[in-house]
T-cell receptor, first 111, second 114 residues
Framework: KNEVEQSPQNLTAQEGEFITINCSYS?????LHWLQQHPGGGIVSLFM???GKKKHGRLIATINIQEKHSSLHITASHPRDSAVYIC?????????????FGTGTLLAVQP | DTAVSQTPKYLVTQMGNDKSIKCEQN?????MYWYKQDSKKFLKIMFS???????INETVPNRFSPKSPDKAHLNLHINSLELGDSAVYFC?????????????FGPGTRLLVL
């Protein structure tokens, strides 16, 4: 079992829908990252969270440290949001910035 | 202007060959990483260097040898390539090993071993 689990694995939505992607982890962490990988392959960091909530445009990320859970929300989804969304956690107390990745959620937003 | 760059972008080669992938970052970061993304799109850390010193060395075959000539460059040399080495290899950098800053990823190198 992977230390970082994401759900759903695949998600198809209609343009304008509110989208939620979930991430659960089983290790102690100091930070959690949400990454976006477009069909072209490039990886972009969207958020880094250690507590609470962050918002950037139509994207909102939340984390509950006690429950070891994070969610990524996309409001008013658009076809350009179609991508793979990857959750990654950084080990708590680790001497280095080693990330452990989830398996990704493939999002397709249809016009 | 590219923050983290990798060359080549695509690499097609025969089994048994030796090849290198280069990575450069112009962000002034101290720490660089190599990740492998397999055919199922799963990313996994391979190596990390901080100020030219190896700090993370995951369970990777010793056919893979990273080299950091300076803190802006981290190259990956692969000897005796095998079919299973086919993957996308991403380089990344961050300010320091324990930084709470984000990591910046290169565009990836798509390696296909025939």
């Amino acid at each position: 079992k992977n230390e970082v689990e994401q759900s759903p694995q695949n998600l198809t939505a209609q343009e304008g829908e509110f989208i939620t992607i979930n991430c659960s982890y089983s290790v102690g962490i100091s930070a959690l990252h949400w990454l976006q990988q477009h069909p072209g392959g490039g990886i972009v960091s969207l958020f880094m969270l250690s507590s609470g909530k962050k918002k950037h445009g139509r994207l909102i990320a939340t984390i509950n440290i006690q429950e070891k859970h994070s969610s990524l929300h996309i409001t008013a989804s658009h076809p350009r949001d179609s991508a793979v969304y990857i959750c990654a956690v950084r080990y708590y107390g680790g001497a280095t910035n080693k990330l452990i990745f989830g398996t990704g959620t493939l999002l397709a937003v249809q016009p | 202007d590219t923050a983290v760059s990798q060359t080549p972008k695509y690499l097609v080669t025969q089994m048994g060959n030796d090849k290198s992938i280069k990575c450069e970052q112009n962000l002034g970061h101290d720490t660089m990483y190599w990740y492998k993304q397999d055919s199922k799109k799963f990313l996994k850390i391979m190596f990390s260097y901080n100020n030219k010193e190896l700090i993370i060395n995951e369970t990777v075959p010793n056919r893979f040898s990273p080299k950091s000539p300076d803190k802006a460059h981290l190259n990956l040399h692969i000897n005796s390539l095998e079919l299973g080495d086919s993957a996308v290899y991403f380089c990344a950098s961050s300010q320091d090993p324990r930084s709470t800053e984000t990591q910046y990823f290169g565009p990836g190198t798509r390696l296909l071993v025939l």
